[in-house]
C-alpha cells in the first residue's frame, strides 16, 4: 500500500470535486476517499459552516444540503480537514499501530468536531436531563436536572451552574470565580465539604477535561494499549494544574471515550476510593458528539446513572444565574 502523500490528497480531492456537484452526502464522500485509499477513517461529525446543514443519522451518515455555488468549496474544506487523519492513517498501514499521547488526544478531538467547533460552539450551554443515585442502604432516588456553564480561557475560569430537584427539596450548586457555594429556597448556603469535593470532581474528571487539555495546560501520556472484553483501546493518562489524574479509554476503531477511571480521597478519609466513569449512547448534538447516558461506580458499585433529555449549545446566560444572591443584590 502506498503512503498517502500531499499531492495524492491532492488528486483525491480534485476528483471528489469534480464528480460531486450540488448535494452530497458525507458517507459517500468517506466512500470515495477509501477506494482512493483504503484506510480507516473515524466516523463523525467533520464539518460545520455557515451553511445551512441537516443531519440526517446519529453518528456518520450526514447530508450536507448546500447551494451549488458553495457544493464545491465545501467538499474541497472536508477532504481538507480529513486530510491529516489519511495521512496518519496511511501511515500507520505500514507500521505497528503506536499512537503518541499527543496524536490519540487530537483524534479524539477531531471525532468530537474539531477544537474550533467545539471551542465556538460549546463556549456555553444548557444540558437538562435525569439523575438516578443508589444509597447507602441500597434504595435508589430519582432526581431532575439542569446543568448551565460557561467556559472560560481555563478551566478555573469556567462558570457552571447544577439545579437538582428531587421529591424531598431543591438546590443548586454554583461555581464561579473560584469558589463554590449553594442556594437553597433563594438563600445562598455553604455545601458540606464532601459535597462540594464532589462537585468538583465532576468538573475534573470528565471527557471536556480531555477535550480542553491544552487549553487548560495538562499533562498527558500514553499508557499503551490494552483490551477489554475483545475490544482494543487506547490508554491516556491526563494529569491537570491542581495534579489531579484521569486515566481514559478510548476506543482504538472509534476514537470515542468508552470510560475513564480515577482515584480520590473523601474529605476527612484515609482511604482511596476507585471511581469509574462508563459513557453510553453517543448522539450528535449540534455537530458534536455527547454521550447521553453515564454511569459512575465507586469501588466497583454503581451510585449515580445520568441520563440527558436535551442539550443545548450557544445559549445565553445572565451572569446573575452564578453569582452568590448577597453579594447579586448588593450589586445592582
Known amino acids: 500500500m502506498k503512503v498517502l502523500t500531499k499531492s495524492i490528497l491532492n488528486r483525491a480531492a480534485k476528483l471528489i470535486v469534480k464528480r460531486c456537484n450540488r448535494v452530497t452526502d458525507i458517507s459517500r464522500l ?81 471525532v468530537n468536531g474539531s477544537r474550533p467547533i467545539l471551542t465556538q460552539i460549546r463556549r456555553n450551554g444548557l444540558e437538562r ?64 465539604a464532601d459535597v462540594s469535593a464532589d462537585f468538583i470532581s465532576q468538573q475534573a474528571h470528565s471527557i471536556d477535561a480531555l477535550l480542553r487539555y491544552k487549553e487548560n495546560e495538562s499533562k498527558i501520556t500514553s499508557a499503551g494499549m490494552d483490551k477489554h472484553l475483545g475490544l482494543d483501546v487506547h490508554v491516556l493518562d491526563l494529569i491537570d494544574k491542581a495534579n489531579r489524574k484521569t486515566r481514559y479509554f478510548i476506543s482504538a476503531r472509534t476514537f470515542r471515550v468508552l470510560w475513564l477511571e480515577y482515584e480520590d480521597t473523601p474529605p476527612g478519609g484515609t482511604e482511596a476510593v ?26 466497583g458499585k454503581q451510585t449515580v446513572e445520568t441520563r440527558i433529555l436535551s442539550v443545548t449549545f450557544g445559549v ?6 452564578f453569582q452568590n444572591p448577597n453579594t447579586a443584590s448588593t450589586n445592582p
Not at 456518520?60 to 491529516?84: E, N
Not at 441500597?138 to 469556567?158: M, P
Not at 462558570?159 to 424531598?168: A, E, F, G, S
Not at 445565553?316 to 444565574?321: E, G, N, Q, T
Request: aromatic share 8%; proline share 7%.
Open 316 to 321: 445565553k446566560m445572565d451572569d446573575s444565574l
Open 274 to 299: 476507585k471511581f469509574n466513569k462508563r459513557f453510553y449512547d453517543y448522539r450528535v448534538a449540534q455537530n458534536t458528539l455527547v454521550p447521553y447516558r453515564t454511569v459512575l461506580l465507586a469501588n
Open 30 to 110: 468517506y466512500g470515495r476517499i477509501i477506494k482512493i485509499a483504503p484506510v480507516q477513517i473515524p466516523r463523525g461529525p467533520v464539518l460545520q459552516s455557515r451553511h445551512p446543514i441537516a443531519l440526517d443519522s446519529l453518528f456518520g451518515v450526514m447530508k450536507l444540503k448546500i447551494p451549488a455555488r458553495l457544493a464545491r468549496p465545501a467538499i474541497l474544506a472536508t477532504v481538507v480537514s480529513l486530510s491529516p487523519w489519511i495521512l496518519c492513517s496511511s501511515i500507520q498501514a505500514q507500521q505497528p499501530k503506536t499512537f503518541t499521547a499527543e496524536q490519540i488526544a487530537e483524534a479524539v478531538i477531531l
Open 129 to 192: 436531563g435525569r439523575l438516578t443515585r443508589i444509597l447507602d442502604d441500597g434504595r435508589s432516588e430519582e432526581a431532575r436536572y439542569e446543568l448551565r456553564f460557561v467556559h472560560g480561557e481555563k478551566a478555573e475560569k469556567d462558570k457552571v451552574r447544577l439545579d437538582q430537584k428531587t421529591p424531598q427539596t431543591e438546590y443548586s450548586m454554583i461555581y464561579g470565580e473560584g469558589r463554590i457555594f449553594g442556594i437553597i429556597n433563594g438563600s445562598p448556603f455553604v455545601p458540606r
